[in-house]
């Protein structure tokens, strides 16, 4: 009947005025989670989370790796830059990030974007081979904690042998704090006039040698 019908109608009616209200309050409730996901990814020294459940967050937010903090910093590029703690999701984070061409196409996940907010324009992998501690009986740690960093960007081909001259990464771990990153590019790049950047390398420590490293929190990860 007519009366039978148009009740059908009322009610495919309010069955799509309910499907956009969850629809809406989903996208809410999604937005919602992904902000908290920006904030989880921004405060990996606070928080200390596994590198599981890191992975977790992003497989589930990845749209979380792309938003930048207040200085402008990407969860990787803010990573390389808080603390060694931080620093060691710096592997999981532009890995997933290089698959989704954060910081743009070609930047392996935001690894080759100029970090904000220090010095002479410096992308992750420069800081992460110029970056030292301030305390001695910290330093070998320190080295080795970064090296160890790098050397899973290599395995993951995140880090190339043509970044070490490109890069100028001897100049950058020519440092008394740094040996072990200085010969890890060595070894990367041997056909490298390593010479010609421990030359380099000198005269940019003797022009900056008055400079204190640290106290901006950039230079001691």
Same mark, same amino acid.
């Given at each position: 009947?007519?009366?039978?019908? %148009? *009740? ?9 005025? *309910? ?25 990996? @020294? ?18 979380? #790796? ?17 603390? #060694? ?11 997933? /990030?290089?698959?989704?061409?954060? /910081? /743009? ?22 800081? #992460?081979? !110029?970056?030292?501690?301030? %305390? ?16 899973? #960007?290599?395995?993951? @081909? ?12 001897? %100049? ?16 990367? *790049?041997?056909? /490298? ?14 022009? !900056? ?5 640290? !106290? ?6």
């Amino acid at each position: 009947s007519d009366a039978e019908s %148009e *009740d059908e109608n009322d009610d495919e009616s309010d069955n799509a005025i *309910d499907d956009v209200v969850i629809n809406d309050q989903s996208l809410e409730t999604r937005q919602r989670l992904t902000n908290k996901a920006v904030l989880f990814l921004h405060r990996l @020294r606070k928080i200390r989370p596994t590198q599981d459940e890191v992975e977790t967050v992003i497989d589930m937010f990845p749209l979380a #790796l792309s938003t930048k903090d207040d200085e402008g910093r990407l969860p990787v590029q803010n990573a390389a830059v808080v603390s #060694l703690s931080t620093a060691k999701f710096i592997p999981l984070l532009a890995e997933k /990030g290089s698959s989704l061409d954060i /910081g /743009g196409a070609g930047m392996r996940g935001g690894l080759l974007c100029t970090v904000p907010g220090v010095e002479r324009n410096w992308n992750v992998i420069q800081c #992460l081979a !110029n970056f030292t501690c301030n %305390e001695k009986k910290l330093i070998k740690r320190f080295d080795t904690g970064c090296l160890r960093i790098l050397k899973s #960007l290599h395995s993951k @081909r995140l880090l190339l042998k043509e970044d070490v001259s490109q890069m100028q990464l001897l %100049e950058h771990a020519h440092n008394h704090t740094s040996k072990q990153r200085f010969a890890f590019f060595a070894s990367l *790049d041997p056909d /490298g006039d390593v010479s010609s950047s421990i030359d380099s390398s000198n005269n940019y420590c003797t022009t !900056n040698k008055k400079r204190k490293r640290g !106290n901006d929190g950039l230079g001691v990860l």
